[in-house]
């Protein structure tokens, strides 16, 4: 079974940046895209960015400009800088693997930005 496990989440002020990590358990192959999600408390999830295999991104419109997802492919690992925090990027950030017949999912972590 892979797990996904995300770091970097935190409590930072308005304007400050931070950079989430997600790595997997275990090799995973035949990787359509990694992303990221967040959910606010009393949202939905909503997406956040996407990577492909090949390296083509995806963004959601709250995050252009200020966020960049990048990944490592030898190792299974997804990145998300984020800059320029806003009170209202408060949320549990969560990782995402998609194959063609499933999508695994981290566990999530706590990204809290103070005005």
């Known amino acids: 079974q892979v797990q996904l496990v995300e770091s970097g989440g935190g409590l930072v002020q308005a304007g400050g940046s931070l950079r989430l990590s997600c790595a997997a358990s275990?090799?995973?192959?035949?990787?359509?895209?990694m992303g990221w999600y967040r959910q606010a408390p009393g949202k939905q999830r909503e997406l956040v960015a996407t990577i492909s295999s090949g390296g083509s991104t995806n963004y959601a419109d709250s995050a252009k400009g200020r966020f960049t997802i990048s990944r490592d492919n030898a190792e299974n690992k997804v990145y998300l800088q984020m800059n320029s925090l806003k009170p209202e990027d408060t949320a549990v950030y969560y990782c995402?693997?998609?194959?063609?017949?499933?999508?695994?999912w981290g566990q999530g972590t706590q990204v809290t930005v103070s005005s």
């Open positions: 275990r090799s995973i192959f035949s990787i359509k895209s």
């Open positions: 995402t693997v998609e194959q063609i017949l499933r999508t695994y």
